[in-house]
């Protein structure tokens, strides 16, 4: 098991991060602040691309993505991951007070297929 497939399966493990699959993940969490913790991506190319043209806000971000070999990458996750990024993040702390009322909606969402 090399470091980056023991790395990304302690973080399953943990509930202080989220394994994020899937450019579209990556790009959302990245958007809305994600600590992100490792990025890496079988194919810097193929990544570039895809912020270029659907995420030029966060390509600077994507263009970190440390490269992985296309077998590592598909051994990170239990099923194949649909576009090349995977990235490791902090979970944010939940904070009580969000749920005291107010005007407005909160939606909470559990891990999200």
């Given at each position: ?65 440390e ?23 902090r ?23």
């Amino acid at each position: 098991m090399t470091s980056l497939t023991a790395a990304v399966a302690a973080a399953r493990r943990d509930p202080g991060f989220a394994v994020l699959e899937g450019f579209h993940a990556v790009k959302h969490a990245v958007r809305f602040g994600a600590d992100l913790v490792r990025l890496v991506t079988p194919d810097p190319a193929a990544l570039a691309a895809l912020a270029a043209g659907l995420a030029p806000d966060v390509a600077a971000v994507l263009e970190t993505a440390e490269e992985t070999g296309a077998e590592e990458f598909a051994a990170l996750s239990a099923h194949p991951v649909p576009t090349p990024a995977l990235a490791v993040a902090r979970r944010p702390a939940f904070d009580p007070g969000v749920l005291d009322g107010g005007p407005g909606r909160l939606v909470l969402l559990d891990r999200p297929n």
